[in-house]
């Protein structure tokens, strides 16, 4: 059975920090491409960040310079740095395990963010 299983959410002011970590089993966690993805109240899913297995790192723009995602293999698990917390990056935070060429595509139950102003 795959599990995802996040942890580190919760609630920060404006330019603080947090990191999240997703912590995987059931899975060959080393093979996976990991990401974090967001939804805010009213809007759709985003992704936020991914890291493929050779450790490529790709971000949505408005994260660039603010978040950092990196995974460690020994421990099956994937983090999101976050600093300069905004108000906007205000969600519930997705870890994803996705293995392209395959329908092994799955979801960790979420982490709420909460960043006040």
């Known amino acids: 059975q795959v599990q995802l299983v996040e942890s580190g959410g919760g609630l920060v002011q404006a330019g603080g920090s947090l990191r999240l970590s997703c912590v995987a089993s059931g899975i060959t966690f080393s093979i996976f491409t990991m990401g974090w993805y967001r939804q805010a109240p009213g809007k759709q899913r985003e992704l936020v960040a991914t890291?493929?297995?050779?450790?490529?790192?790709n971000y949505t723009d408005s994260v660039k310079g603010r978040f950092a995602i990196s995974r460690d293999n020994a421990k099956n698990t994937v983090y999101l740095q976050m600093n300069s917390l905004k108000p906007e990056d205000t969600a519930v935070y997705y870890c994803?395990?996705?293995?392209?060429?395959?329908?092994?595509?799955?979801w960790g139950q979420g982490t709420q963010v909460t960043v006040s102003s």
């Open positions: 994803n395990a996705r293995f392209f060429g395959s329908n092994w595509n799955y």
């Open positions: 890291i493929s297995r050779g450790g490529s790192t």
